[in-house]
Every structure is written in structure tokens, then in C-alpha cells.
Nanobody
Framework: QVQLVESGGGSVQVGESLRLSCAASGYSIGSTCLAWFRQAPDQEREGVATLYTGTGYKYYTDSAKGRFTISHDNAKNTMYLQMNRLKHEDTGRYYC?????????????????WGQGTRVTVSS
């Protein structure tokens, strides 16, 4: 069984930083696609960042570029999302996801392994 568990969510104010973690069990994150998705209330789930661990390729949605950083630690079998200069629009539930592929396009339907999500609330 593949299990992904997010942590690190919480409530912060605009301009502050937060780091999300996603621990994997029953699955090695080496040479695979890792991703972070976000779902705001009454909105569709959106791909925020992806990473192919085989080459280090990274993708960020426009709203995340320059502020967010996706990374991983193979020794800990954990992936991270560092979020800086947070905005109110970043509020939502964040999910980590993975798939055994080098195609790390940020589309929800391509990922079959998901965490339960962790809430991030950014207030003014």
C-alpha cells in the first residue's frame, strides 16, 4: 500500500512563510513524479508545483513562481513545499501526490496516489 501523509499546515498572516511536508510509506519517491495540489473553497483542485526526482525538473503554476519551492529528501522519503510571502489567495487545502512516471504535468487526473490534505489559511 502507498500512503502519503501531509503535515505543516496552519494559519498564518499575509507575507509570512510556511513549509508543508509529505511523508511517504510503502513507496520510494526516488525517480518518480511528486506534486502539490491546492483546492480552495468552491474551486477546482489546482496543480501548484511538481518535481521529477530523476532529473530535478520542477514546474510551478504562475501564482507560485518566485514564492514557492518544491523539494524532496530521499533519505527521509519526504517531499516539501516551502511557501514564502503568502497571500490570501493561497488559502486552501493542500494535497501531495505522486505517480510512477517522468511525466510530471500538473493535472489532477494523472496522479493516483494522494495524501489526505492539510489546511492552509492566510489571513490579512
Amino acid at each position: 500500500q502507498v500512503q502519503l501523509v501531509e503535515s505543516g499546515g496552519g494559519s498564518v498572516q499575509v507575507g509570512e512563510s510556511l513549509r508543508l511536508s509529505c511523508a511517504a510509506s510503502g513507496y520510494s519517491i526516488g525517480s518518480t513524479c511528486l506534486a502539490w495540489f491546492r483546492q480552495a473553497p468552491d474551486q477546482e483542485r489546482e496543480g501548484v508545483a511538481t518535481l521529477y526526482t530523476g532529473t530535478g525538473y520542477k514546474y510551478y503554476t504562475d501564482s507560485a513562481k518566485g514564492r514557492f519551492t518544491i523539494s524532496h529528501d530521499n533519505a527521509k522519503n519526504t517531499m516539501y513545499l516551502q511557501m514564502n510571502r503568502l497571500k490570501h489567495e493561497d488559502t486552501g487545502r493542500y494535497y501531495c501526490a505522486a505517480r510512477l512516471s517522468r511525466d510530471c504535468s500538473p493535472f489532477e487526473n494523472k496522479y493516483t496516489s494522494w495524501g489526505q490534505g492539510t489546511r492552509v489559511t492566510v489571513s490579512s
